[in-house]
């Protein structure tokens, strides 16, 4: 079952349920997806990577959102997005832990036999590639310019 038919199957068991906030929160990630498949001239269906990368995308904004809440003091709001990414996270990939990661970046200098910093949009291109949407990009570009340094 892909992530879309799972995020509408779920989306009519919140409603039966009379859930209200897990509700709103599925059809805001359905939506985004669907804003996004309507973006351009022309619609698209999009691939399974496509709409994770929307969800991934989706979970970064309520997460930065939640930090500006938090440092203005709204507390409240802060933990209604923070909920809501936690939500989105539930149908992403988990995420690769910080070894992986380093063995993967380690992986991808070798292969691409990268030596310097002129070489990071490379690594950084293939590392993403391999990584897909369970890599956070600020933590890959991180290891792979300490790689490289």
């Known amino acids: ?55 991934s995308r989706e979970v970064k904004k309520r997460r930065d959102s939640a930090q500006i809440y938090t440092d203005a003091g709204a507390d409240e709001r802060a933990a209604i997005e923070t909920a809501e990414a936690d939500l989105f996270e539930t149908y992403l990939p988990a995420r690769l832990s910080d070894d992986d990661l380093a063995a993967l970046v380690a992986s991808v200098i070798a292969d691409t036999g990268a030596t310097s910093m002129r070489d990071m949009g490379g690594v950084m291109k293939e590392a993403t590639a391999r990584a897909g949407a369970s890599a956070d990009g600020k933590k890959l570009s991180t290891l792979v310019r300490a790689a490289l340094a």
């Open 1 to 55: 079952m892909s992530t879309l038919d799972q995020l509408t199957a779920d989306l009519t068991t919140a409603m039966k349920a009379r859930d209200s906030v897990r509700t709103n929160t599925i059809r805001q990630a359905i939506g985004a997806v669907r804003a996004e498949a309507k973006a351009g001239p022309v619609e698209k269906d999009l691939s399974e990577d496509e709409v994770l990368k929307v969800l």
